[in-house]
C-alpha cells in the first residue's frame, strides 16, 4: 500500500482516461457525448483554478477572460473557415453589406495563427497582469475583484462592439472545424475525443507539478508567503507561473467550447460564468486532483439540464452550494473522503495527518 | 470648457454614486475584512424599496424622502441577518467570506426576480427634482444634483459618527487591536452587527438614488458591484477620504472616457487605470501605517 499510495492519482488519472475515452463514446448517445463535451471543457478550466487558487491561494474569479479569449480566437477562425475564403462572416454583411473584414480577424484565416493565438494570447495578457499585480504584491480579495473586473469589461466590449464581434448574439453556425464538417456524427465524436484527451493531459500537468519542488514552492506560498520570501525565493514568480498555466487552460478549455456546443457569447465569459466555474471547483475540493474538475463536471450538468428545466430553482441550488460548501466544507467534497477515512483508520493508524491547511496562518497575525 | 464641462459634472454625478456605493463597503470591507458580494443586492433592495414606498404613498414628491430611511433600515436589516447568519462564522476566512456572499447575492437576484417583473420597475423621480440648473451654460440635471448632496450628507453623517460619538470610537478600537479593545470592556461582537448594519444601510440609500438614475431591476446590483470595490481598493481599505477621492476621480474618469469613446471602452480603460495606478500605490492613495508585514 505505501509503496503504491504516490502513484494511486496517476492510476486514478488512467481509469478517468479509459472511462471518457473508451467507455463514454461506446456507450453513450450523440446528445450525451455533446454534453459531456461541453462539461469536459469547464472541467479543463476548472483544473487550471483548482492550480491557481486551490494550490496558489489566488482567488482568480475572472478565468471567463481567458476561457473568452480562447473561444473568440477559434470561433473567429471558424466563423471565417465556414464563409470560405474572401468572404465576410454572415452577421457582418447583414449589419452593413459593404463592410470590409476588420485587421484583427484577418490572421485568423490562418490554422496555424489561430492555435498560436489560442496557446499565447492568454499566456501574455495574464502574464502582463499577473507580473503587474503580483510584483506589487497585490493578493487576496483585491487580486480576485481586478481579476473580476478584467472578464467583466472583456464581456461589457464584446457585447458594445456588434460589427467586429457579433456583441451579444455571440458567434455560431460553424460548418467545418479544421476541414472537418462539424455536422457529422464521427466527426463530433472526435472533437469530443480532443477536449476529453486534453481535460486528461491537464490533470498530468497539474499532477506532475503538484509533486515537483515547483508545486512544494506554490503550497508554500499559498500558506505563509513572507516566510518563502525570507526563504530567498521570489513570491511573485512562483503565483505568476500558477496564473499563467491557469489562464491557459482557460483558453484551451474555450477553445474546444467552441465546436462542441457551437455558439460564444459574451454571456459564457462574463462575470457570472467565471462565477460558475468557481462554483465547481469550490464544490469538488479546490486543494485536490479530482475535485475540480468532478465538481465543474456536476456543476455543468446542473447548468444545462436544471438550468433549463428548472431555472428558478436551479440559481437557488447554486446559491446554496457556494453557501453551504464554503461554511461547512472549505475544502469540497473531496475533503469528505479524506474525514472519513480518518474516522474509520483512527483506531489503528498512527493519528491522522492535518487537515490540509483551511486557513494560511501567517496571514492572520499580520492582520 | 464647454467640452469639458459636462463631463466634468455628470463624471462628479457618476463619482458621487460610486461613492454612495463604495461608503457602505468602507466600513464592511475596509473596518471588518468582509468582501461582500451581496452589497450590490442590498443597493437593488434599497432600490426595489423606493419603488414600494411609492406603491403606498402615490405621491412622489414625499415618496422619496421616505424612502431614503426605511431603505437605510431594509438594507441594514438584510446585512445584519447576513451577519447573524452566516458572516459571523467567517471571520477568520476573509477570502471565504467573498465565496459566501456570491452566493447570498445570487440568492437575492433570484428572490427579485421572482417577486418583481423581470424587465423591472419604474421609480418615479419627484416633481422637485424635474428641472436643471444653468452652470456656466450647461443645464445641469437636478437629479444628479441631488446624488452629490446626498452623497455629501452621507459622507459627512459617517465620518462625524465614526469620529465624534462614543459609538465610533468602540468601531475604531475594535478595528484597530479587536483583543485589547474586547479586555477593555468594548462588546465587539455587538460592535460587529451594529457596523454591518451601517453599512448594509448605506447601501440602500446608494438604491435610492440609483433608482433615480438607472434602471430598478433584479439584475441592477451586478453592476455596482465591480466600480464600489475598485473605488474602495483604489482609495485605500477603511480609508473614507481615500474612498472620496478615489470614487469622484473614478467618476471623472468614466465619464471623460466614454465622451472620447464609447461606454463599454470607457470600463476596460478604467480597468486598466486602476491597475496602473497600484503599480505605483499598491496600497490604495491612502494607507494605514502599522508594522505588520503586507
Redesign the interface.
Given at each position: 500500500m505505501t509503496k503504491l499510495k504516490p502513484w494511486l492519482p496517476l492510476i486514478g488519472i488512467g481509469v478517468f482516461a479509459v472511462l471518457l475515452l473508451v467507455v463514454a463514446p461506446a456507450v453513450l448517445s450523440m446528445h450525451w457525448i455533446n454534453n459531456l463535451g461541453k462539461y469536459c471543457c469547464w472541467a479543463i478550466a476548472a483544473v487550471g483554478i483548482g492550480l491557481a487558487w486551490g494550490r496558489g491561494g489566488m482567488?482568480v474569479?475572472g478565468q471567463g477572460v481567458f476561457f473568452g479569449l480562447g473561444a473568440y480566437a477559434m470561433a473567429m477562425h471558424l466563423t471565417l473557415e465556414s464563409a470560405g475564403p474572401d468572404s465576410l462572416p454572415v452577421f457582418m454583411i447583414l449589419y452593413d453589406p459593404s463592410a470590409s473584414l476588420p485587421a484583427f480577424w484577418e490572421p485568423f484565416r490562418s490554422d496555424v495563427f489561430t492555435l498560436v493565438a489560442i496557446v499565447l494570447l492568454p499566456v501574455i495578457v495574464a502574464g502582463v497582469?499577473g507580473y503587474?499585480?503580483f510584483k506589487?504584491?497585490?493578493k487576496?480579495?483585491?487580486f480576485?475583484?481586478?481579476s473580476?473586473?478584467?472578464a467583466?469589461?472583456?464581456a461589457?466590449?464584446i457585447?458594445?462592439?456588434i460589427r467586429e464581434t457579433g456583441g451579444d448574439t455571440g458567434l455560431s453556425d460553424f460548418k467545418y472545424f479544421f476541414g472537418f464538417v462539424l455536422d457529422d456524427d464521427a466527426n463530433k465524436v472526435m472533437v469530443f475525443m480532443i477536449a476529453a484527451a486534453l481535460l486528461i493531459v491537464c490533470l498530468l500537468v497539474v499532477w506532475q507539478l503538484g509533486r515537483s519542488r515547483f508545486g512544494e514552492l506554490l503550497i508554500a506560498t499559498r500558506d505563509a508567503e513572507?516566510r518563502v520570501r525570507f526563504l530567498g525565493y521570489d513570491p511573485a514568480n512562483i503565483k505568476l507561473v500558477a496564473y499563467v498555466v491557469a489562464a491557459l487552460m482557460a483558453s484551451v478549455a474555450g477553445a474546444m467550447f467552441v465546436p462542441i456546443v457551437g455558439i460564444i457569447t459574451p454571456a459564457e465569459i462574463g462575470?457570472?460564468a467565471s462565477?460558475l466555474m468557481?462554483a465547481g471547483v469550490?464544490l469538488g475540493g479546490r486543494a485536490s486532483l479530482f475535485g475540480p474538475a468532478l465538481g465543474a463536471m456536476a456543476i455543468g450538468w446542473g447548468q444545462s439540464s436544471l438550468g433549463s428545466s428548472w431555472p428558478?430553482g436551479w440559481?437557488?441550488i447554486?446559491?446554496?452550494?457556494?453557501?453551504l460548501?464554503?461554511?461547512f466544507l472549505?475544502m469540497g467534497l473531496s475533503s469528505l473522503f479524506g474525514r472519513v477515512k480518518s474516522l474509520v483508520w483512527r483506531s489503528r493508524d498512527t493519528p491522522a495527518a492535518p487537515p490540509a491547511t483551511?486557513?494560511p496562518v501567517l496571514d492572520?497575525v499580520?492582520? | 470648457m464647454d467640452a469639458l464641462l459636462p463631463p466634468l459634472l455628470n463624471g462628479t454625478a457618476l463619482g458621487a454614486l460610486l461613492l454612495l456605493a463604495a461608503l457602505g463597503l468602507t466600513l464592511t470591507?475596509g473596518q471588518m475584512?468582509v468582501?461582500n458580494m451581496a452589497h450590490g443586492e442590498f443597493i437593488m433592495a434599497g432600490a426595489f424599496i423606493a419603488y414600494m414606498t411609492q406603491l403606498v404613498v402615490t405621491s412622489s414628491n414625499i415618496s422619496i424622502v421616505l424612502a431614503l430611511p426605511l431603505a437605510f433600515i431594509g438594507a441594514g436589516l438584510l446585512g445584519l441577518l447576513l451577519e447573524v447568519g452566516?458572516i459571523q462564522?467567517?471571520y477568520?476566512?476573509?477570502?471565504?467570506t467573498?465565496?459566501?456572499t456570491?452566493?447570498?447575492?445570487?440568492?437575492l437576484?433570484?428572490i427579485a426576480?421572482?417577486i418583481f417583473p423581470a424587465q423591472g420597475v419604474p421609480v418615479e423621480s419627484p416633481e422637485w427634482l424635474d428641472g436643471q440648473i444653468n452652470v456656466l451654460g450647461y443645464a445641469w440635471p437636478l437629479r444628479q444634483v441631488f446624488t452629490i448632496v446626498l452623497a455629501a450628507l452621507c459622507l459627512a453623517a459617517l465620518a462625524a459618527w465614526l469620529k465624534y460619538t462614543s459609538f465610533g470610537r468602540r468601531i475604531r478600537a475594535t478595528v484597530q487591536n479587536r483583543d485589547l479593545a474586547e479586555t477593555s470592556g468594548i462588546p465587539t461582537r455587538a460592535v460587529d452587527r451594529i457596523t454591518f448594519f451601517v453599512g448594509s444601510g448605506l447601501a440602500g440609500v446608494a438604491g435610492v438614488a440609483a433608482s433615480l438614475i438607472g434602471g430598478t431591476n433584479s439584475q441592477m446590483g451586478?453592476q455596482y458591484i465591480?466600480p464600489a470595490?475598485?473605488v474602495v481598493?483604489a482609495g485605500g481599505v477603511g480609508q473614507i477620504k481615500g474612498t472620496v477621492i478615489a470614487a469622484w476621480a473614478l467618476g471623472i474618469a468614466l465619464s471623460f472616457f466614454a465622451d472620447w469613446t464609447?461606454?463599454?471602452?470607457a470600463?476596460?480603460l478604467a480597468?486598466v487605470l486602476?491597475?496602473?495606478f497600484?503599480?505605483f500605490r499598491?496600497q490604495g492613495l491612502f494607507t494605514v501605517r502599522t508594522r505588520?508585514?503586507?
Open positions: 482567488l474569479l497582469l503587474a499585480l506589487r504584491r497585490i487576496g480579495a483585491y480576485a475583484i481586478l473580476q473586473a478584467l467583466v469589461a472583456l461589457v466590449l457585447s458594445s462592439t513572507e462575470a457570472s462565477i468557481i469550490a428558478d440559481v437557488y447554486l446559491g446554496l452550494v457556494f453557501i460548501v464554503t461554511l472549505p483551511t486557513a492572520e499580520e492582520k | 470591507f475584512g468582501i452566516i462564522w467567517m477568520r476566512r476573509p477570502l471565504d467573498l465565496l459566501v456570491v452566493g447570498v447575492a445570487l440568492i437576484q433570484q426576480l421572482q451586478t465591480i470595490f475598485l481598493v464609447t461606454g463599454s471602452m470600463q476596460v480597468f486602476v491597475v496602473v497600484l503599480q499598491p505588520g508585514l503586507t
